[in-house]
């Protein structure tokens, strides 16, 4: 059974940084690509970035390329997204995703954490 839990979401003021962290297990994780995304109130669900397990390419969105950071510690079977000046916008729920494929970045995911509240204030 294929668990994904986040934490570290909280409160922050602009500019400052977070870490999100997403604990995954029941993954054979070579096979799997793992991601985050977000989801602001009233707002569709945003891609943010993805990385493959196995070989650790990454890729970010245009919108948070040079400010967020996702990787991976293989011994803790953790994937991260380090968050540096942080902006009002980018305050939503941040959710990491995982799917097996070859594809890189998928375009639908298999399996959703139940995500962590950023909130970045002005």
């Known amino acids: 059974q294929v668990q994904l839990v986040e934490s570290g979401g909280g409160l922050v003021q602009a500019g400052g940084s977070l870490r999100l962290s997403c604990a995954a297990s029941?993954?054979?994780?070579?096979?799997?690509?793992m991601g985050w995304f977000r989801q602001a109130p009233g707002k569709e669900r945003e891609f943010v970035a993805a990385?493959?397990?196995?070989?650790?390419?990454?890729y970010h969105a245009d919108s948070v390329k040079g400010r967020f950071t996702i990787s991976r510690d293989n011994a803790k079977n953790t994937m991260y997204l380090q968050m540096n000046s942080l902006k009002p916008e980018d305050t939503a729920v941040y959710y990491c995703?995982?799917?097996?494929?070859?594809?890189?970045?998928?375009?639908?995911?298999?399996?959703w954490g139940q995500g962590t509240q950023v909130t970045v204030s002005s």
């Open positions: 995703a995982a799917k097996r494929t070859s594809v890189f970045p998928p375009t639908r995911y298999d399996y």
């Open positions: 029941g993954l054979t994780f070579s096979s799997y690509v």
């Open positions: 990385m493959r397990w196995s070989g650790g390419s990454t």
